[in-house]
């Protein structure tokens, strides 16, 4: 059994993600082989990143406990997916400082994201490519895009079902 981590990326009320949530869980329900937790940033409330040391350095130590418990979901689940909005043609705030607080614990990690915007969310794909790429995350191929008015209204319900969920589905195959 293989264990996805799946973090939600936004902290809005009425947000989106919870909706690409239920669209991963769906897909999820279909395999035996795979299980998810879920890892809600909003929930973990990280701080913002306050260490001396940066998270590369051999000095860096976990010391604030919501870092430590997020470094523990990283560690032991078998991959992550992101559920990535697109905020202001990059990552969230909130996760990008999720991914600025472990350092290690990315290493060889493999890791995809469904992403949405009115683009797909494709510049915040482009950040998180580069920024897991530099932690040395195993960043997978199909990330999915998931375009308002293409493939989901702005509210998240869903327009064309079929897409989204053959994207979700080429992510999480990779992963699984
Ligand atoms: C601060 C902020 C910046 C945004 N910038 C973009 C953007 O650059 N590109 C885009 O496609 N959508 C942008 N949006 C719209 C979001 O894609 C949309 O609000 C989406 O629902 C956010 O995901 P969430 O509801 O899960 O937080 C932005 C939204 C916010 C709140």
Redesign the pocket.
């Given at each position: 059994m293989s264990t996805i981590l799946v973090v939600l990326g936004?902290a809005?009320p009425?947000?989106?993600?919870d909706k690409v949530l239920n669209y991963i869980k769906a897909d999820v329900e279909t395999r035996d082989d795979v299980t998810i937790t879920v890892a809600d940033l909003k929930e973990i409330n990280l701080p913002f990143f306050d260490n001396e040391q940066p998270p590369i350095s051999p000095d860096y130590t976990i010391t604030n406990p919501q870092v430590a418990a997020w470094s523990e979901m990283v560690k032991s689940a078998d991959s992550v997916l992101f559920i990535t909005?697109?905020?202001?043609?990059t990552l969230?705030a909130i996760q990008k400082n999720a991914l600025d607080s472990l350092g290690p614990d990315w290493n060889e990690k493999p890791a995809t994201a469904v992403a949405?915007?009115?683009?797909g969310?494709s510049?915040a794909v482009e950040t998180l490519r580069e920024v897991l790429g530099h932690l040395k995350a195993d960043v997978k191929h199909d990330i999915a895009q998931l375009g308002?008015m293409k493939d989901l209204n702005?509210d998240?319900s869903l327009l064309d079902e079929a897409n989204v969920a053959l994207q979700i589905k080429a992510a999480i195959d990779e992963i699984a």
């Open positions: 936004s809005r009425g947000r989106v993600a909005p697109e905020y202001n043609h969230s949405y915007g009115w683009s969310g510049l308002f702005p998240g």
